[in-house]
């Protein structure tokens, strides 16, 4: 079994691999890489050096080789489809998932936790992807700045990330499927030095990744070439 250390010592290799040497690769071969890092341990040290949650929780739940080449390939059909549905979300496709980021601003009133009319039609249209596409696990993140207390931010960031939750769930999302959690103002994308900066940090993150059903098959896929 791998000690923690060399976890983290593959962990940071292939975190600087996707980073610097592997930029001519695509989102499915990089996650057929970082696969090589395993386990959720490593995926939360990689990604707080990172500054990035959802790097880390996607690392962590990266199965890797062919098998992960496999669900990179599904998650790219995936992602262009929330591209196109969900036009007002940004979408990222990182190693064996996906990222879809909502400004709050589009989900929330300013230091509002309830989800505005406007926002209605974005997560529907969202859900309408999620439900096609269902071995899937959904994380949903919620971040703040850093106006107002540590503690205040923290109880925003995850009563944001539990009412985006509690909607999907509502629109057909399986419960089973869905985690949340508030991160407050501990995980900053920009500096909050300035209004606009502000701004994007107040976010809420859905992490796409392979439940153990779509592992599984993509396990069988892989055998089978």
């Not at 292939?14 to 930029?23: E, N, V």
């Not at 996650?31 to 386990?39: E, F, L, N, P, Q």
């Not at 991160?183 to 920009?190: F, H, L, R, S």
């Amino acid at each position: 079994m791998r000690t923690i250390s060399q976890k983290l010592i593959i962990g940071i290799t292939a975190f600087s691999l996707l980073t610097t040497s592997c930029k001519n690769m695509n989102k499915t071969q990089k996650g057929a890489v970082i696969g090589t890092a395993g386990g959720a341990a490593v995926g939360a040290v990689v990604g707080k050096a990172a500054g990035n949650t959802a790097l880390g929780a996607i690392i962590g739940a990266t199965v890797g080789g062919v098998t992960g080449a496999v669900i990179g390939r599904k998650m790219d059909k995936q992602a262009e489809e929330i591209k196109k549905q969900v036009p007002d979300a940004s979408v990222e496709r990182v190693g064996e998932g996906i990222v879809v980021e909502f400004n709050s601003k589009i989900l929330f009133g300013f230091d509002k936790s309830d989800i505005s009319n406007t926002a209605e039609g974005n997560l529907n249209d969202l859900v309408t992807i999620l439900n096609k596409y269902p071995d899937t696990d959904i994380e949903i993140q919620g971040h703040t700045d850093d106006v107002g207390t540590d503690e205040y931010n923290q109880g925003l960031s995850e009563r944001r990330a539990a009412a985006v939750a509690s909607y999907i769930k509502a629109k057909g999302i399986s419960g089973s499927r869905i985690s949340t959690k508030g991160y407050g103002e501990t995980a900053p994308k920009y500096p909050n030095d300035t209004d606009a900066n502000r701004a994007q940090n107040r976010r809420v993150d859905f992490l796409i990744t392979a439940n153990e059903k779509m592992k599984a098959d993509a396990k069988k896929e892989s055998n089978t070439k």
